[in-house]
């Protein structure tokens, strides 16, 4: 495909930088010819898939996968009035099959509640139905009328992962609560992107919830973008749908119900919190190509070069790598330009001296340069590997806490997130987030914070003095 | 879930034997509240996950998986004439975003090509970029105004793998269909699913393309399912959305293209060939339970042989088995049924007598029963595999040639088409076409027979008596 040239701007200037990185590093396609619709390059669906493979597999754990129709009807949409009324200027209709009108419309569902429970009303009975924890990967649509952005605001979220349990108590749906957000945090943990946890106030829940419990990151931009969420559903909609099981006396009781979501806002985070101005960085564990090996061909000895680094990529692969041999005839330092700026974390380079030495040169995608022994190149990469991961974890924590200030007063507060994110002391009341919110001109993103980047506590309120607890004051994507 | 009680029809009665494997296995819930839209309970959709991981990995050798998007502008839709009157009536519109409307009405895609080609057309510039060779799997719409059937006619397909290629010249768009036709059949090796492959009549090619061959199985009721079709597009949709490239000379040229399809059909057809009277019977490669543990407890010895029969799971699972210990409090006999139903390929029985003697006693899915040494369970299980594997695909390969039937007459077609399928020669006209579709009630499926099962040779048609080729009749879903 195209071969993108000149700079990337530089990443100080985020806006930008996002924007011309998603496709220098063939991630998406913005020119789709519909707003807020975007193609997936296949590099960029590489990450998507290793990415989504992980989190899979933690999902896999203890729940199981299926899949709903999207089409959700009507009738069954409007059935839950809390939710719809979150929802009701977001959605897509579908109104015509062909020439004909539909009897009833169709939505294509924002998220699938509506079309799951009904459902669940048929399967559950019993008390020994439950836990039930069912997940599924789809695509869902939002008809945003702001800006979009690839990945971040879309109308078709081509990746969302979500997970709907049933339970007999409240209690346990709670611990559901706790263990999703114990496995997002996981998850994240995976991708090296470190996250805050705080619960969102009443007025910025999911639409017919108890409570959400969101997980962020911090973007470069000081920003905060919503990565994930957990809802605690308590009765509401097993009420409206009918979920209800025997108990073991007999009796038929109301199910307890959480609902959890990952899009591909998981992706942005990756791109956004690791790379730099050359281009992606990517941690092993979600790059699509892991080692890019250069044969360095000079005078002579080309065919042993090109020879010997085939033999190397042949071990790589068999020890389970996903490898790239570069063996296009160009000068290194395209090579070079354009594989960091795809991300890849270790390149390798092999010429006429290394295999005099029996060494290999392997350079990291943050510029890291170490001899490895040709004989021990596997273990040798693996231990660089977990290195790698552990300084770009290292890293994006630091830059996280560095854009993350304690603040007194509303002055503090509003210099605090021209940057990055505000902790303060607010009282809870929805008078007093107003208050701060205009001082700021950022929203209060939620209490009950989660972090071992954040020390919390109680303290008066920043808007009126009262009692107050730690609360993160943000700019949000 | 609910539990299946009473016998499953008999499978000569397939249509009803169909419909309740569909339930009682756990395979699909056809009680959402949309027409052609269903639900993958967890089994069914742990079938899909290993069958389309199989194809996946098929694809990956030399194709790239990536995602566009599922909603297309009217007006990219309607380039395409040919292609457009072929879906018309077919086409799910969405009109609405929240309570407006749309300035553009935005297709559901029935199939990618006028989503994709417009960005193909951006992508492609220089025979260096060719061949490309891009799959995806994704949700595609129809609004079926027939009878709809859960995995063989839907309105909402859930899983449509669709390939779209990009060459050069026409010979290598044409050695691309035989690549896809080749990958297709070893798919379907895979899930011992035999196939007969042939050459469409032009008014049932693909909208759009120059030709098309479609992958046909036959059904226990001797109806055909077809379970995949690749075509080749020529430079007809090159010509439309203007797919160029920079040849070596530095002209313009227009590509060639293909494409090629395969549905959860091919879940159909693993289910539909194999079951039988008891229920499922899957082949240990798409099975989401290969091996079900079953401990035998009489007696004093419970702790005992459910402790042998954990550390047997244990040692399963550690070879990459997937194995469920059914430790229920249930008679044998019901577990039997339960795991029966669902076409668990191998259960594994051990009780105290088992424990002296160091064995395991081992059932196929098919009722062949062996005693295992303890030590070498693994490698028995294996092999039991391999043999099981090689029995299924031997009995689908018999009962296939069973329903084919090689005819010289009008009369004989007609009487063969009630039970299976006729092979005859037929001139390849339309009028011919038409008439042997009325003397038989069925449709010409296709010519360019390619099948272990059939001999293919000229002689004359069976309507005209004049220069024809073997060709396939059958009734079809």
């Known amino acids: ?35 807020g619709l975007y193609v997936w390059y296949p590099y960029g669906f590489g990450i ?27 009738t069954e949409f409007m059935k839950e009035a809390e939710h719809i009324k979150g929802f009701e200027d977001e959605v897509y209709w579908v109104t015509h099959g062909g020439t004909s009108e539909l009897d009833v419309p169709l939505a294509l569902r924002p998220t699938s509640e509506t079309a799951i429970y009904p459902m669940y009303s048929l399967w559950i009975r019993s008390h020994t139905d439950l836990p039930l924890k069912l997940y599924q990967i789809v695509n869902t649509f939002r008809y945003e009328t702001k800006h979009t952005r690839p990945l971040i605001r879309l109308r078709e979220i081509t990746s969302f992962k979500e997970a709907h349990t049933v339970h007999a108590t409240r209690e346990e749906a709670e611990e559901q609560v706790e263990a999703a957000l114990a496995l997002y945090k996981e998850f994240y943990d995976a991708l090296c992107v470190p996250v805050i946890l705080s619960r969102r106030p009443s007025w910025d829940k999911f639409p017919g919830a108890d409570y959400t419990v969101a997980v962020d990151t911090i973007m470069p931009d000081g920003k905060t973008l919503q990565i994930g969420t957990v809802h605690m559903l308590g009765d509401h909609f097993s009420r409206t749908y009918d979920i209800t099981y025997e108990d073991a006396n ?12 990952i899009s591909e806002r998981s992706i942005a985070a990756v791109i956004s919190v690791h790379g730099d101005d050359k281009g992606l960085v990517l ?7 892991e080692v890019v090996i250069v044969p360095v061909i000079v005078g002579t000895r080309r065919d042993e070069v090109l020879s010997a680094a085939a033999e190397l990529e042949s071990e790589l692969k068999g020890a389970g790598f996903t490898v790239k041999l570069d063996d296009r005839d160009m000068r290194p330092g395209a090579k070079y330009y354009h594989w960091e700026m795809r991300g890849v974390p270790l390149r390798l380079e092999i010429g006429p001296r290394d295999i005099d030495s029996n060494t290999v040169v392997a350079v990291t ?8 022994d040709r004989r021990g190149v596997v273990e040798g990469i693996s231990s660089i590997f977990a290195e790698f991961r552990g300084e ?11 854009r993350i200030t304690v603040v007194a007063t509303l002055e503090e507060a509003a210099s605090a997130v021209k940057s990055g994110v505000a902790v303060a002391h607010w009282c809870g009341s929805q008078e007093c987030a107003e208050k701060i919110e205009a001082a700021t001109d950022a929203s209060i993103l939620g209490s009950d914070i989660r972090s ?21 004051i943000a700019r949000t994507y």
């Open 48 to 74: 998507r898939k290793r990415a989504y493979g992980i989190l899979r597999d933690l999902m896999d754990r203890d729940h199981e996968e299926t899949l709903f129709p999207l089409l959700i009807p009507k």
């Open 365 to 372: 995608r943050t510029g890291r340069k170490v001899k490895l």
């Open 250 to 261: 007999g009796d038929q009781q109301y199910a307890y119900q959480t609902c959890y979501g």
């Open 283 to 289: 941690p092993s564990a979600v790059a699509p190509i």
């Open 452 to 472: 071992d980047l954040v020390t919390v506590s109680d303290g008066p309120c920043i808007a009126c003095g009262g009692k107050g607890t730690s609360t993160l």
């Open 392 to 402: 770009l974890f290292e890293a994006a924590k630091q830059a996280m806490a560095d």
């Open 1 to 35: 495909m195209e071969e993108s040239t000149g700079a990337l701007p530089r990443k100080d200037d985020f806006s930008q930088w996002y924007n011309e990185i998603l496709w220098r590093a063939e991630i998406m396609d913005v020119r789709y010819p519909v707003k």
